[in-house]
């Protein structure tokens, strides 16, 4: 069976992954993910790539704040936040020694949580000692927040690489 949302997501989903598993394992990078709103989508997605075992190393669901805080060294606070979200991504890198990382949270819906209206996604890219973290906000139900906000963090991390790392 197939369908236009198969196990790597929408056309620009796939064409994200299809690029990062292009480049990563050209330059040596490998690259891990840790996930909040997305519950695991940005993994799978990537896990799904072409060699995705030669650049990909895995990721952390960091649903509950207290795994965020005691796994990934996340300072206690807000989780809604793009410094959650740069803390994230630094935190999985280290865990997992990768030199990419995406650190992804926000609020799916129904409703708002810590002040930030449903649709609301941060994002942050980090590779080697650059970081990119940016502010979304994406309208539909749960499950549109998280195919977008999968599509946003794929599409960042394939831009980052294209921009060309030195390795400094």
Known sequence: MTSSTDD????????AVDRIAERA????????????LTSGAIASRLGAGSG????FSGGVVAYDAEVKFGV???ERGPVVTASCAEQLARGVASL????????????GGPGQEEGQP??????????????????FHFDGDPAEVVSETTEAAVSLLAAMLEEGDDGS
């Open 25 to 36: 394992p050209a330059a040596g990078i490998r690259v891990a993910v840790a996930e909040s």
């Open 96 to 107: 997992l020694g990768a030199d990419a990382a995406i650190g992804a949270t926000g609020v």
């Open 72 to 74: 990934l060294g996340v």
């Open 118 to 135: 449903e649709g609301t996604a941060f994002i942050a890219v980090a590779l080697r000692d650059r970081i990119e973290v940016r502010e």
């Open 8 to 15: 790597t997501g929408s056309g620009a989903t796939r064409d």
């Open 52 to 55: 995705a075992s030669e650049w």
